[in-house]
């Protein structure tokens, strides 16, 4: 079975600083997708970024990139020039494409600070 | 396009009775998942369904049904309500194929009973 640990349960980062957030995962999986899902206060899970593990390259999508380190088993989430929109709860997961079901970290909570 | 709604958005029920919690989606996806989500626990998944008439186990099962009579509704009951079952409940669908495989969210259900 496939394990997701978020380690640091919350952190707090100055509006338009960086922040990175860490996940590591257990696998003997080859192929697998990871994600990262933020959960601001409206409880909406919104996705933020996928990596598909076959891929070397880093994923990015606009303000926020991943730093997937397949053999280390890692992949953190990197948020530059950080906005107050996004504090949230972020939710490092896991998925093998043969049965799509997602196991999550416990996540970690984000606050911006003005 | 209302993506994956669900209905009802807040309930308090007593110890003994019986709810239905109903997800639609509107994306003609396949798949269609249940996951509870408790403080420090990250989200748990339920129950999953394939398709239309199919449904599975997931993590946490027990004390729940659930049912797919058809592609865009995924229901999940519980016949007899234990306090253990007060926590927001989430809805998620996704297409089921590998290379598109991303999970889209519902706004969740928070259920607590007494």
């Known amino acids: 079975a496939q394990t997701v640990t978020q380690s640091q349960p919350e952190m707090s980062v100055q509006e338009a600083e960086t922040v990175t957030l860490s996940c590591t995962y257990d696998t003997s999986e080859s192929n697998y997708y990871l994600f990262w899902y933020k959960q601001p206060p409206s409880r909406q899970m919104i996705l933020v970024i996928r990596?598909?593990?076959?891929?070397?390259q880093n994923a990015t999508e606009n303000r926020f990139s991943v730093n997937f380190q397949k053999a280390a088993k890692s992949f953190s989430l990197k948020i530059s020039d950080s906005q107050l929109g996004d504090t949230a709860m972020y939710f490092c997961?896991?998925?093998?494409?043969?049965?799509?079901?997602?196991?999550f970290g416990k996540g970690i909570t984000l606050s911006v600070r003005p | 396009n209302a993506g994956v709604t669900q209905t009802p958005k807040f309930r308090v029920l007593k110890t003994g009775q019986s709810m239905t919690l109903l997800c639609a989606q509107d994306?003609?996806?396949?798949?269609m998942y249940w996951y509870r989500q408790d403080p420090g626990m990250g989200l748990r998944l339920i129950h999953y369904s394939v398709g239309e008439g199919t449904t599975a186990k997931g993590e946490v099962p027990d004390g729940y049904n659930v049912s797919r009579l058809k592609k865009q509704n995924f229901l999940l009951g519980l016949e007899s309500a234990a306090p253990s079952q007060t926590s927001v409940y989430f809805c998620?669908?996704?297409?089921?194929?590998?290379?598109?495989?991303?999970?889209?969210f519902g706004p969740g259900t928070r259920l607590t009973v007494l």
């Open positions: 994306m003609n996806h396949e798949y």
């Open positions: 990596q598909e593990a076959y891929k070397q």
């Open positions: 998620a669908s996704s297409y089921g194929l590998a290379d598109t495989d991303t999970q889209y």
């Open positions: 997961a896991f998925m093998k494409p043969s049965n799509s079901k997602l196991t």
